[in-house]
């Protein structure tokens, strides 16, 4: 009996699209906001099967630290893969590991690196956040946790409870126990209506009078977690000062500080590390994204005398992801020999003054903020009345369509904040000076759009600008 085959499925991007939206679920994200079928890519630069190009400032959620299929990514994936070496070896020593570990130490602070110990975890950011929050308790014997309003720190289960986000904890309640949240300095929008340092101020005060409170009702506390950036928060930057109080008080009262840098690490905020910023040394650094040059690495490094668990406390299969660990080694390398955190610093600077600029054309740009190429553009109801700060309400529907109008010509962002009203750019940090101009020239057609309550034309994106950074 002859069996007729069957047709081979469409790989338009309308039916690769639909089936899509038939076979996965409704947890998908980026693929309803950003209809684009990606089939190749090289730096910035996104070729979607229908042939527009567009360029890209998500970078995989931040994690393409050299943007897409960097040369020396791909050198180290193929020179691994023709080796013969294995690429599953669980927590085996490896060479590969042994070139990675070192090079992460050497990124490190000094005083931190001297005496850091490395735990692999699952490959992704939220594992190693579960790791982080397990080792403090274990090292302290406490269960306590403080976490910060407007977090975001992951999708399992300790992870979603440090977060702030009441939608995405829907059907948590009672699984796993709650941290005490704190009040995060964001600025724009002030928890204490203040604003400024003196916000900043009071937001360490109430944390060391909650610690010292014998009265407060919490229990006690194994550890504190806090993001240098927020990201999904609305790209907003924790203030030097601030986390310099946090760390003085922290210590004071032998609570371990973990610092989450899955977003913020391996140049993306101007300095290698989000910490050097306000040079303070945490306890712990939750890292993923960037550190495997594209592919699923995470891990968290940690002061040696915390180092009490047993073995097996923590594990996981592919925690030995050897060529995350050497496209990793290769990004790190890279990103310093490079100076490619200073240019996300200049680049960044840049880019953002020129978006601040636009706040005199369009009342609805509330504000503009981030730190080196992690840059946000929150949007407000222009038409609304201001709060006395001069604060006015969030513009989602306006963000939306903003991001719609982006992608209309040929540009790739994302949304995120209080209400999804901030237009975040996560642009790789090999972006060249000609792709952030037009990064700037497509952003603020498609606020022109937006604002103008209606689609504008879309822009030729057929051809893009050289990509410098790829050396």
């Known amino acids: 009996m002859t069996l007729s085959a069957e047709p081979a499925p469409s790989a338009a991007p309308e039916a690769l699209l639909g089936r899509q939206a038939a076979r996965e679920s409704a947890a998908r994200t980026y693929a309803r906001s950003l209809p684009v079928v990606p089939v190749r890519a090289r730096g910035m630069t996104v070729e979607g099967a229908d042939g527009r190009r567009y360029l890209d ?3 995989g959620a931040g994690t393409l630290a050299l943007g897409h299929n960097h040369p020396v990514v791909l050198r180290a994936i193929r020179e691994l893969l023709d080796s013969g070496a294995p690429l599953q070896v669980l927590d085996l020593a490896t060479p590969v590991k042994d070139a990675f570990t070192t090079e ?7 005083e931190f690196a001297r005496d850091a110990r490395i735990q692999f975890c699952g490959p992704a950011g939220t594992d190693a956040v579960e790791a982080a929050l397990k080792l403090v308790r274990t090292a302290t014997g406490r269960s306590g946790l403080l976490a910060f309003t407007g977090a975001y720190h992951g999708m399992t289960a300790g992870a979603l409870a440090a977060g702030g986000d009441n939608a995405v904890r829907a059907g948590l309640a009672g699984t796993v126990q709650q941290p005490v949240r704190l009040p995060f300095p964001y600025d724009y929008r002030c928890p204490f209506g203040v604003g400024g340092p003196e916000a900043a101020r009071l937001s360490a005060h109430w944390t060391a009078s909650l610690l010292d409170d014998p009265k407060a009702g919490i229990e006690p506390v194994a550890g504190m977690i806090v993001e ?3 990201g999904e928060g609305g790209v907003i930057p924790a203030p030097d000062d601030w ?18 840098e899955v977003q913020t690490g391996v140049g993306r905020t101007g300095a290698f590390w989000a910490v050097q910023h306000s040079g303070i ?3 712990v ?12 690495l995470a891990a968290i490094v940690y002061r040696g005398e915390l180092d009490v668990w047993a073995p097996g406390a923590h594990a996981g299969t592919f925690r030995g992801n050897q060529l995350a660990m050497a496209a990793g080694t290769a990004t790190l390398r890279h990103v310093r020999e490079h100076g490619l955190a200073a240019r996300a610093a200049l680049l960044g600077e840049w880019l953002a003054g020129r978006l601040r600029g636009l706040m005199s054309e369009f009342a609805a740009i509330g504000e503009v903020r981030g730190r080196g190429l992690m840059l946000g553009v929150e949007l407000v109801d222009a038409h609304a009345e201001p709060d006395p700060r001069g604060t006015r309400p969030a513009a989602p529907a306006l963000a939306s369509a903003v991001r719609a109008e982006a992608l209309r010509r040929g540009l790739i ?39 103008a309550g209606g689609p504008g034309p879309a822009a030729d994106t057929g051809v893009l600008p050289r990509q410098g950074g790829d050396r």
Not at 104 to 110: M, Q
Not at 243 to 260: F, G, K
Not at 424 to 439: G, K, Y
């Open 413 to 451: 962002v994302e949304l995120g904040g209080r209400h999804g009203s901030v237009v975040r750019l996560l642009p790789p940090l090999t972006m060249t000076d000609e792709q952030a101009d037009a990064v700037f020239e497509r952003l603020a057609e498609a606020i022109r759009a937006a604002t």
């Open 104 to 110: 992460l130490l050497a990124s490190l602070p000094p």
């Open 228 to 230: 240098a950036v927020q």
């Open 281 to 283: 040394i945490p306890d």
């Open 57 to 59: 400032c998500l970078s």
């Open 285 to 296: 650094m939750v890292l993923s994204k960037a550190i495997g040059g594209s592919l699923p």
């Open 243 to 260: 986390l310099r109080a946090l760390r003085r008080l922290t210590r004071e009262r032998s609570v371990p500080l973990i610092v989450d």
